[in-house]
């Protein structure tokens, strides 16, 4: 059973691998179609051989952003303009590709919520397949979730807390250093280090920072709340507020940054773009890949908010308390006797 387990867990991890491998392929690779079979196998195979509750719900919700983002039935118009040109050229593949996009455009549309269902499917089938085991099991993949977000964002925190305390007094010591020593700024050392690339890489830590610890506030309810109208309504409902937050209105939006960042951080990474100052970091495509990762992890936080609520509005009794968390808030708290358990609250 372990053996089985960690199989479907290694699938899971394969499944996370081609959901970025297919995200930065270029529209006219022909490895994406490979890509699709190896990324849907993977999941259904971590399905069947019950992989990690947390793993395989990671790799189903990045794997459908991957899928979504790669639009593997369809091109631009510019890029199918470009392929064309390619292929008049005499390049065989990119003529199979050609006719193979022909063929499966006008159903593009339908072929995608088909697979958005299909990942729906293979996401629940996975989880269980009696009524009462899968809602103890989406409560362990929401607790899973929140342990990995937490993990990241304590990491980051101190890793990256800790770089950037260290960047600004360097720069702070040596500002005061160049006062007494003029001759400094023209050592090797400085020229590595200048006070531009310093301060750029102050920034960079800082927004790297931010982005690594979203999730992590996401789980930990630390973000900022307007809640005029949520504190005065029932638990359920604020718990439907925030399920339906959740999944119509922050996934959508993670899509979206995903989709254009990753397209942004690729094209940074083929043209080589770098600071706009002369003496700035270089590799700018770094910071910019963070972006797209920091909302791939608020938007594993929003799947591990949107499963526990599923399991408070649909779940059985018993679980009504582990999974409260988003019922209650800080001006209302939970009643004693509905008081979510010390481990519920810091999942």
């Known amino acids: 059973m372990v053996y089985k387990e960690l199989t479907g867990t290694a699938l899971a991890l394969i499944a996370l691998a081609a959901a970025f491998w297919i995200s930065v392929l270029p529209a006219s690779s022909i ?7 190896v990324l849907l196998a993977s999941l259904l195979g971590a399905a069947l051989l019950k992989a990690n509750h947390g793993t395989f719900a990671a790799a189903a919700v990045l794997g459908w952003f991957g899928i979504m983002f790669a639009q593997p039935f369809s091109l631009s118009t510019r890029e199918f303009n470009g392929l064309r040109r390619i292929a008049n050229r005499g390049d065989e593949e990119a003529a199979a590709l050609l006719a193979y996009y022909e063929a499966f455009s006008p159903y593009a549309t339908y072929l995608m919520v088909a697979i958005t269902l299909l990942m729906i499917g293979i996401l629940f089938f996975g989880m269980a397949r009696g009524r009462l085991l899968l809602f103890d099991n989406l409560l362990s993949a929401s607790d899973g979730l929140a342990r990995f977000l937490n993990r990241i964002g304590i990491v980051s925190a101190v890793v990256l807390l800790s770089a950037l305390i260290f960047a600004i007094m360097y720069d702070v010591i040596q500002r005061q250093y160049i006062g007494y020593n003029s001759g400094w700024t023209g050592t090797a050392w400085y020229r590595f280090f200048s006070a531009t690339r310093v301060q750029e890489l102050e920034w960079h830590l ?3 920072l931010f982005l ?5 506030g996401y789980v930990r309810d630390a973000h900022v709340r307007i809640e005029l109208v949520r504190d005065t309504l029932r638990p359920r409902s604020r718990v439907w507020i925030e399920l339906l937050g959740a999944v119509l209105f922050m996934v959508p939006y993670c899509y979206v940054v995903m989709k254009y960042g990753i ?4 094209r940074s990474f083929e ?4 600071s706009a100052a002369t003496t700035g970091l270089p590799n700018r495509f770094i910071i910019k890949a963070f972006l797209p990762f920091g909302f ?4 594993l936080a929003g799947m591990s908010v949107a499963l526990k609520c599923i399991v408070f509005l649909f779940g059985p009794p018993d679980l009504r308390r582990a999974s409260s968390f988003y019922a209650y808030s800080h001006q209302n708290p939970a009643p004693a006797e509905d008081e979510p358990p010390a481990d519920a609250k810091q999942a």
Request: a negative charge.
């Open 212 to 216: 690594m610890c979203l999730g992590y």
């Open 206 to 208: 800082h927004a790297m």
């Open 31 to 37: 490895q994406i179609f490979p890509t699709l079979g």
């Open 263 to 266: 397209e942004n951080a690729v």
């Open 296 to 299: 791939a992890l608020i938007a």
């Open 271 to 274: 043209i080589g773009e770098s």
